[in-house]
């Protein structure tokens, strides 16, 4: 940044793809990654559930209302790097481990529900079983040592967050779904030289925020925001409420 020359963050935020009253994709501009942002995005009375990697700043210590929850394929990314090194050694306890997560996707990919009440007896009845076998797997690893270590420590410090998902239907396995709102971020960054200062970051974060929430509600978005900037030159006050892009008369002009 020009301002101070610091690292700088993006913060990205989006709704549960499941059982959500809207689907949001949120970024927010900080100059820190301390926890405390989290209250400056939702609030420091927010009571739900926000599903994040194992980074020690987000914790209850800060926010004792708040319920964390964790992602699986951020525990299993540790492993999968073991089991690249050891690819040479033949089989390895990280491919072992990387076997058994792979039947805890895989079964919660296929199951076939209608209701948060259904989806939440099948996870406990067929996608517990499997990850009971991934934490009595890597508990019985004798004398793990470095990286190995490290990958079992940290996925058994995320274990309760882990199997919250056992209580709420609503929480996702993993955290992809905010991966893949990030990723047109990313592919665009060395393109947004305007956003060298702060104001030029919120600005941006105010964009993405805009966009990537009118693609996860199916509009068309060129003609989405033209249509709202051309309200905003109108000599007439504009509500908020009939612009966002759940609200129906825009679903009906702009849905893909």
């Known amino acids: 940044m020009e301002d101070n020359g610091s690292n ?15 689907d949001i994709a949120l970024f927010h501009y900080s100059d820190t ?4 942002v989290i209250g400056e995005i939702i609030g420091d009375d927010y009571k739900g559930t926000i599903i994040c990697d194992g980074y020690g700043g987000y914790s209850n210590n800060r926010f004792p209302k708040l319920s964390f929850g964790t992602c699986l394929v951020h525990i299993r990314r540790e492993f999968a790097e073991l089991a690249k090194i050891a690819s040479e050694f033949g089989t390895s306890k990280a491919k072992q481990v990387l076997k ?5 996707f895989h079964t919660e990919k296929n199951l076939k529900y209608d209701s948060e009440a259904e989806k939440l007896a099948l996870r406990n009845q067929l996608v ?16 793990p040592m470095g990286k190995l270590k490290r990958a079992i420590n940290n996925a058994l410090r995320l274990k309760d967050r882990l199997y919250k998902i056992f209580d709420n239907a609503q929480l996702p396995l993993d955290n992809n779904p905010v991966e893949q709102s990030i990723r047109p ?14 104001n030029g970051a919120k600005t941006n974060a105010m964009i993405y925020t ?10 068309r978005i060129f003609d989405y925001l033209k249509y709202v900037f051309d309200q905003y030159t109108k000599r007439v006050a504009v509500k908020v409420e009939d612009l966002l892009p759940w609200n129906q008369e825009i679903q009906t002009k702009f849905h893909v």
């Open 185 to 198: 971020t990313t592919l665009v960054r060395k393109n947004s030289l305007f956003a060298t200062s702060k």
């Open 210 to 219: 805009i966009i990537q929430t009118a693609k996860l509600n199916n509009l």
């Open 100 to 104: 058994l997560m792979g039947g805890v």
């Open 33 to 36: 990654r301390s926890g405390k």
């Open 8 to 22: 700088s963050y993006f913060w990205a935020l989006r709704t549960t793809k499941e059982f959500n009253q809207h």
């Open 128 to 143: 517990k079983p499997k990850l009971d076998m991934v934490y009595d797997f890597i508990t019985k690893i004798e004398n």
